[in-house]
C-alpha cells in the first residue's frame, strides 16, 4: 500500500485548503485513515481520522469545527477540508492508516510522504 498526500500550500489566515489522500494497492487491511501533522521542532500531531466506512470520525481539539475528514472509497482518497486557518496550523501534514482507531501515530503502519501547508498571518 502506498499513500500520496497532496493539497499543501500557502494561504492566509482565515483562508482554506483541501487535502487530498490517495491509497494506491490492498488497503483492506486498515480499517482507519488519519491524518497528522509536524511543525518545526515539534512532535508529530493528532489531527484527525475517518474510519474506512466513513461513519466515524474523531478530531484534535484544536481543529474540531474547523477541519473534516471525509473519504470517497471509489478513489481511495481520503480529505481533510481546513477552513478557518490559522497561523499554529502551519506544519507538514501527512496521511497514515491503522488496522485500529487511535491518535497514537506508532499504530500506523503505512505513511504518505507529507505535504506542507504555511499559513501567514
Known amino acids: 500500500v502506498q499513500l500520496q498526500a497532496s493539497g499543501g500550500g500557502l494561504v492566509q489566515a482565515g483562508g482554506s485548503l483541501r487535502l487530498s489522500c490517495a491509497a494506491s494497492?490492498?488497503?483492506?487491511?486498515?480499517?482507519?485513515m488519519g491524518w497528522f501533522r509536524q511543525a518545526p521542532g515539534k512532535e508529530r500531531e493528532f489531527v484527525a481520522l475517518i474510519s474506512r466506512t466513513g461513519g466515524y470520525t474523531y478530531y484534535t481539539e484544536s481543529v474540531k469545527g474547523r477541519f473534516t475528514i471525509s473519504g470517497d472509497n471509489a478513489k481511495n482518497t481520503v480529505y481533510l477540508q481546513m477552513n478557518n486557518l490559522k497561523p499554529e496550523d502551519t506544519a507538514v501534514y501527512y496521511c497514515?492508516?491503522?488496522?485500529?482507531?487511535?491518535?497514537?501515530?506508532?499504530?500506523?503502519?503505512?505513511w504518505g510522504q507529507g505535504t506542507q501547508v504555511t499559513v501567514s498571518s
Open positions: 497514515a492508516a491503522a488496522p485500529v482507531s487511535s491518535s497514537d501515530p506508532a499504530l500506523y503502519g503505512i
Open positions: 494497492g490492498r488497503t483492506f487491511s486498515n480499517s482507519f
